[in-house]
């Protein structure tokens, strides 16, 4: 890519750019991978203490609905993210931090591919992404892809590194190929990203990265992706197209055989007419190929050709690819500037994704895409928890004071920000209050007396039969009621609807609404309407939206107590995880009665020193396995006493 993408690519990977709270630790615990082409052909899972951590348990949602709130939406076009969801390559702890700010992507729903942006000379150029990431992409549906950089040689590059990774063996099979393969199933990712840009190749070794491609084409299992970069042309010299040319279409698609499955375009374009034209030529979807915009310095504020990707009246030419949106958690020093900065890229200036300004010039991603949802199922529980907080709480009870960060806890966030009718309210997460985990959503404004408001937030396809129920459970500072909406296939309109059971659960109020009248029908819309009082005023932090049935208690896991090797005063926790388990939570026993000290959504956890605190005195561990819809199991006790390693 251009001189200053590589500049920014060079500083992502090999420097801060925030404190970095973590890398100035003494943490000791499992880390992410990263590798040369001669450390990777080494790699066996099993002699690498931290290979068990780095593994994904949340499986891709199959499947996600879309609904066309925004009529310029494009339901064929796709877009990819290019992003750097952790701050380097290398020193990435495998299951979050103690650390609260932390990239906390939330915009899945417009994406529909993600690549884990990282890799560089000094620490790897051969990235899987973090297993927290991984979970947070599939649990809303997106795949996600690890990254393979081959740095210029101004940069540290070495065509030593691309001769490695392109060595055949006489029965025609990349050794290396099958490495890439084995990590992605192993870690349980979706394929990658091949980015060559070291220069002094030859014609050979662009014939020879094409069979390297086309033999992952070969071996790759059912839907794994692999995406190639416009960078290296057919003479092994590296020369940006910015389009679909003759000089790079090898690398997508030859003859009959398919080489990659898609192909991000450079960012010099001002019209993709021709790849759209070059691309049915070959046989080929256009919107295999994503037009490159790139966002990291200047954001919202990136001059773009628009009308060249997508012309006014016509079909997008292509798909869109997007360099850095981790712009807004780079450019910002808060959750709340970082979030609104989200929101602004995404959705625009006008905070509503049905009412886009497409005469401005960042209209925001919901202009051209339509969002989409994996609320397909039930039971569909969300807490609006972002996966990061000040705080952590179970049930409305604080239950550690210490911040963190677990992508992997992330929920499902609303589909729509924000579509509101009536009112001055606004709506945003709020990391102050929360029922579950370290945050919850806040609506807030003036609302006069008889007033009525109303927030649209999900779209789902949600089946409602005998036994369904819909929860949700909230704060209202000022005393408002509020309501639930569901809309139900064939309806326009939402039924807003008071709760029948009300309970209160440390401060919150927890409303349930049978559903059994509906049953047959599906839910695809939900949402919440309030109603002004004397105040003037309503504000509510909301803790829960639920809908399914009871669920049953979940066993208490059976735990295996090792010692993590790699750090003498740590240990690792380890059980079979169970089909029906969202996630384990691990408390320890304090003089004040327990306090939360690990979450999981594996088949372990790393628990930093504890060998040295049970030299002091013995250490009771409490672990529970919360099911999908957050019941807790019964903890299971473990005693860490003094010598017991």
């Known amino acids: 890519m251009r001189k ?20 100035a630790s003494t943490y000791n615990g499992p880390l992410s991978s990263h590798w040369f082409p001669e450390e990777l052909a080494q790699w066996e899972p099993d002699s690498d ?14 499947g996600r609905v879309a609904n066309r709130v925004n009529a310029n ?50 620490e790897g150029i051969i990235v899987p992404p973090s297993a927290d990431v991984i979970d947070a992409s599939h649990r809303n549906g997106v795949p996600i892809l690890g990254n393979v950089f081959f740095p210029p040689t101004v940069y540290g590059g070495q065509l030593e590194w691309l001769e490695q990774m392109l060595e055949q063996e006489e029965d025609g099979s990349f050794p290396l190929a099958d490495k890439l393969l084995e990590v992605a199933d192993y870690y349980g990712f979706d394929g990658w990203f091949i980015n060559q840009e070291t220069e002094g190749a030859d014609e050979g070794t662009a014939e020879a990265m094409q069979a390297f491609l086309v033999y992952l084409q070969e071996q790759k299992p059912e839907g794994m992706h692999i995406m190639w970069y416009d960078s290296m042309i057919d003479t092994g010299a590296i ?127 919901a202009h051209w895409f339509p969002a989409k949802s994996t609320a397909t199922s039930v039971p569909f529980v969300t807490h609006f ?89 909230f704060k209202s500072e000022h005393g408002n009621d509020l309501n639930v909406g569901f809309r139900l296939d064939g309806e ?61 208690k979940p066993a208490a896991p059976n735990v295996n107590v090792r010692q993590y090797d790699p750090d003498p005063s740590g240990i690792q926790l380890v059980w079979e995880k169970q089909s029906n388990v969202h996630h384990y939570r691990v408390y320890k026993e304090t003089k004040h009665g327990k306090e939360l000290i690990g979450t999981s959504a594996g088949d372990r956890i790393y628990l930093e020193g504890l060998v040295e605190e049970s030299k002091q005195n013995d250490v009771r561990l409490h672990i529970e396995a919360l099911s999908e819809t957050f019941v807790p199991s019964d903890a299971r006790m473990i005693d860490i006493k003094s010598g017991s390693f």
């Open 49 to 62: 203490p931290d290979a068990p951590f780095n593994r994904s348990h949340v499986p891709l949602e199959p």
């Open 239 to 365: 020369a940006w197209q910015n389009h679909l040319t003759d000089r790079n279409k090898m690398y997508l698609q030859n003859g009959s055989t398919r080489v990659a499955d898609s192909m991000f375009l450079n960012f010099w374009w001002r019209d993709q007419r021709q790849s759209n034209e070059l691309a049915q030529a070959l046989g080929r979807s256009p919107y295999d190929l994503y037009a490159g915009v790139d966002v990291e310095a200047r954001g919202t504020s990136t001059p773009v050709q628009w009308e060249g990707l997508f012309p006014e009246g016509e079909k997008a030419h292509t798909s869109l690819g997007l360099y850095r949106p981790d712009w807004a958690f780079q450019s910002s020093e808060t959750m709340e500037a970082f979030y609104e900065k989200e929101l602004q890229f995404w959705v625009g200036s006008t905070g509503n994704p049905a009412e886009t300004d497409g005469q401005s010039n960042w209209p925001g991603m």
């Open 492 to 552: 326009e309109d939402f039924r807003y609807v008071e709760g029948e059971q009300r309970e209160s659960i440390n401060g919150w109020t927890q409303w349930t609404l049978p559903l059994d009248a509906f049953a047959g029908q599906t839910i695809t819309g939900l949402a919440f309407a309030a109603e002004g009082n004397e105040t003037g005023l309503a504000e509510f932090y909301i803790g829960q939206l639920a809908v399914g049935a009871d669920s049953e």
């Open 73 to 122: 939406a494009d339901k064929d076009a796709h877009l990819v993210s290019l992003s750097a969801l952790n701050r380097h390559t290398s020193g990435v702890p495998s299951q979050g931090a103690p650390v609260f700010y932390e990239n906390t992507f939330s915009y899945w729903h417009y994406t529909d591919l993600m690549v884990y942006w990282a890799g560089s000379a000094g």
């Open 4 to 23: 200053a993408f590589l500049v920014g690519l060079v500083c992502t990977a090999c420097v801060l750019l925030h404190d970095d709270p973590v890398a």
């Open 385 to 473: 928890n972002t996966g990061s907080g000040a705080q952590f709480s179970a049930e409305g009870k604080t239950v550690s004071e210490q911040e963190w960060n677990n992508r992997s806890l992330q929920d499902v966030l609303p589909t729509w920000r924000w579509i509101q009718h009536g009112g001055d309210l606004e709506a945003t997460f709020s990391w102050e209050e929360a029922f579950e985990g370290g945050s919850s959503l806040q609506w807030h404004g003036s609302l006069a007396e008889g007033e009525h408001a109303q927030i649209e937030l999900y779209q789902t396809e949600l089946p409602i039969s005998e036994g369904t129920s819909l929860t949700w459970t």
